[in-house]
């Protein structure tokens, strides 16, 4: 059974924290929380990632960044990140949780490029990407079972 999943990419400004708002949504009764592989404590969602996710009427302005730490990759059951390199350095840092780290876009076997100072059309383009990830691991997370 899932109960807890973690949303990985760099900084937690961007991809990450829009995954974890799209899957929050989708999935209530899951925790849902995301953390940066190098980032800064307390830094709030990218500008354009808040504006995409309103215009879904989603809520995003209160997001800070975290830094990922090991007891939130260990007490997660899945740990989803967006490129496969995220995934490399999570399993090399954290074997035990290895098997439980996948890519948002696994089906696709695809990577979520990072939009960080890009134009706003990338960020469109990125939460797209997102937004089918997430679509596929609700199917697959509803047909595992969660809390």
Excluded at 59 to 64: K, S
Excluded at 90 to 98: D, K
Aim: with cysteine; glycine share 6%.
């Amino acid at each position: 059974m899932i109960r807890r999943v973690l949303m990985v990419c760099v900084g937690n400004i961007c991809r990450s924290p829009a995954a974890e708002v799209l899957l929050r949504q989708a999935l209530p009764t899951l925790t849902v929380e995301s953390a940066g592989l190098g980032t800064v404590d307390g830094c709030p969602a990218d500008d354009h990632v808040v504006a995409l996710l309103a215009e879904r009427g989603l809520e995003a302005g209160a997001h800070r960044s975290r830094q990922l730490a090991q007891w939130m990759v260990t007490s997660a059951d899945v740990v989803l990140v967006m490129e496969a390199s995220h995934k490399r350095q999570l399993e090399q840092q954290f074997p035990q949780v290895r098997g439980r780290v996948f890519r948002l876009l696994e089906a696709q076997k695809a990577d979520i490029p990072d939009p960080y100072r890009q134009p706003r059309e990338v960020f469109e383009a990125a939460l797209v990407q997102i937004e089918q990830g997430v679509a596929d691991w609700t199917r697959k997370i509803r047909a595992i079972g969660h809390a």
